[in-house]
């Protein structure tokens, strides 16, 4: 049964209260405002839809001219995964950095900046931290989105980060529920399944989110894993032993359940957008996140009429469909009054607070056998960077640099870059083909080479093998988990790859370390 209600009565408007959908351009569409007016409350937004911060600050207030209390929501977790400086990397390292500093004031004065600058440009609702433990280390989407593999560590630090965020009117949506760390899919692409028993979660996985809940994060985003020791049947964003069951009734959770996006295939692959979206909220979620990759007024008509033929089908509560409103209005009640209320005196950093952090997180390390990494002569004459280049994945997205060569050519002029990739033969072929094409091209310039996760790429490491057996001066950096052993005549390991943290190493090679 197809049930298309007017935009006034009371179901179609909490259909539409919980959708949190998202649409394409840099000022809104004529649909999404009329939609706003017919009761949607949250809007989602992505790199596609910034252009510069002043054009963010007229798109939220073009939104508030229509709803005034609208949630305006953002993918903004800093270091690697950006959607306000998507076009040029953040300003601020991401969670692994700052595990790795472990220091929770600075972490707390991180988000607190991210924060204030989210909420100048007129965004309320950040989906934001990730408080999963990554412990596993082949993980290919979480990995420096993670702040490590410690618990108590991850732990304290979404706890200031969800601290520092809010302090700046911004709401924290701690992700991913019940954590996504111990995997090696990625749930943009299938369902990951973690095979971990209901003692293990409790420890490890659910320890940063018992933190994020104590802080009072005002919001909590469901991960798109089936986890069978919890629920052998649905993925936790479908689960009501999940969302209701642990969420709710045992860590005591009373604030809002948002769901991952609902295009990722682990959902829309095996249950179709509709179906997930009105199972989402019979288990217990409150807010329907849609809009990465369907980002139209067909989607939200599609998601709003399948709610509401779900209620008058007998399939879905009404009262659940009204509590879930209810906390979405009720977030964007605190919204509107947390941006005035109980902020901090500004950080002494400011703005440089993201660089003064990703220079504390370097790890410099000399080759065995070549002493004290002090020792190091900072490099006078321009290097060729080889940048050995992984496949982006899908919540980095491929449009944000990433590397040092942008850094380097500041302090050393001439500075020359390439990038290697596997291509499509055998890895270890591929990375030898890979270290040759980056010799010859860097002629007799001294090279840099910039690696991402290279434990979790064979070719990367064999490239590296082919580099340094040839030149063994040659400098690494790498930019993601630094799993692997280091090695060069100096590895640096950044912790992430943000704009920042490519300046600090680029700053190490050059000898022209900030204070």
Known sequence: MTTLASGTDTLTRDALTVLQPGFTGTTAPDWLLRRLGEGLASVGLFGRNIASPGQLAALTAQLRAERDDVLVAIDEEGGDVTRMEVRNGSSFPGNHALGAVDDVELTQQVAH???????ACGVNLNWAPSADVNSDPRNPVIGVRSFGADTGLAARHTAAYVTGLQSAGVAACTKHFPGHGDTAVDSHH???RIDVSADV???RE???FRAAIAAGTRAVMSAHILVPALDPERPATLSRRILTGLLRDELGYAGLIVTDGMEMRAIAGTYGIERGSVLAIAAGADAICVGGGLADDATVLRLRDALVSAVRAGELPEERLAEAADRVRALARWAGTAGTA???AEVTHGTEIGLHAARRALTVTAAPGLGDPATFKPLTEPPYVAALTPVANIAVGDETPWGIAAEL???LPGTVTGSFSAGDGPESEAGENAGRAALQ???PR???AVVRDEHRHPWMASALDALLAARPDTVVVEMGVPQAAPRGALHIATHGAARVCGRAAAEVIAGAMGH
């Open 113 to 119: 900046e991210l924060g204030r600058r989210l909420a």
């Open 190 to 192: 299938a369902l990951p």
């Open 201 to 203: 979660l409790a420890e």
């Open 206 to 208: 659910l320890a940063p």
């Open 342 to 344: 109980g902020r901090p």
């Open 409 to 411: 050519v500041h302090l």
């Open 441 to 443: 091209a860097a002629g």
């Open 446 to 448: 001294r090279i840099v």
